[in-house]
């Protein structure tokens, strides 16, 4: 089984930092992924941690500690465009690379 | 590249009639592709598994005769929903497996279909 857990909701201001976090217990680890969702539309792929480290991408930075069941997904410079739901989703060795996807974390920006 | 289109994007109809939904990888070839649905302010819930050429493999709880999947090629899989009630009306979501970008476990969406079952 498994079992993700990440924030509902976070709160920050245009041009700081805001730090994603989630947590997983899961059989069969393969990879973490995070997804970026705005309202009313289908998520678009940020990252894939399957290492542990941080795995840099522009503004955006993604971390993985497999033996603490811990990823973070790191928002620099924000801007309004940014707010938007963030999924982290966990993909199992088993079974067509099924992912299992947290309840998203809402980022809102503000000015 | 890994484009996934889907169509219709929106889709209003009666109860009790069907809908299909396609989905497509324009600029690869997807080896699976996925099906899911979201209710508002939920997140994605899994509700089958489409390899080309073999029957769809679905989540507990999810009712195959209900909801038809047809892989017919490696760009290509619809989803049909049978006779279909207010309580189907949901944001459909595909994703395909299979693009030259990230890893081969990288799931691309489709830009969904929101469903409205009057």
């Known amino acids: 089984g498994q079992n993700i857990d990440q924030p509902t909701e976070m709160t920050a201001t245009e041009g700081a930092i805001v730090q994603i976090n989630c947590t997983y217990q899961t059989s069969g680890f393969n990879g973490l992924f995070w997804y970026q969702q705005h309202a009313g539309e289908a998520p678009t792929f940020l990252s894939y941690n399957v290492l542990d480290g941080l795995e840099e991408k522009g503004r955006f930075s993604s971390f993985l500690s497999r033996s603490k069941g811990y990823s973070y997904l790191l928002l620099k410079e924000l801007q309004m465009k940014d707010s938007a739901s963030y999924l982290c989703a966990v993909s199992h060795l088993s079974n067509d690379y099924k992912l299992s996807f947290g309840a998203g974390t809402t980022v809102t920006v503000r000015a | 590249g890994a484009v996934v289109s889907q169509h219709p994007s929106r889709v209003i109809c009666k109860s009790g009639t069907s809908v299909k939904i396609e989905c497509r990888s324009l600029d690869f070839q997807a080896t699976t592709m996925f099906w899911y649905r979201q209710f508002p302010k939920q997140s994605l819930m899994l509700m089958a598994t489409s390899n080309e050429g073999s029957k769809a493999t679905y989540e507990q709880g999810v009712e195959k005769d209900k909801f038809l999947i047809n892989h017919a090629s490696l760009t290509l899989s619809t989803l049909t929903v049978t006779s279909a009630h207010p309580e189907d009306s949901s944001f459909y979501i595909c994703?395909?497996?299979?693009?030259?970008?990230?890893?081969?476990?990288?799931?691309?969406f489709g830009p969904g279909t929101r469903l409205t079952v009057l």
């Open positions: 994703s395909a497996r299979g693009g030259t970008s990230g890893s081969a476990d990288t799931q691309y």
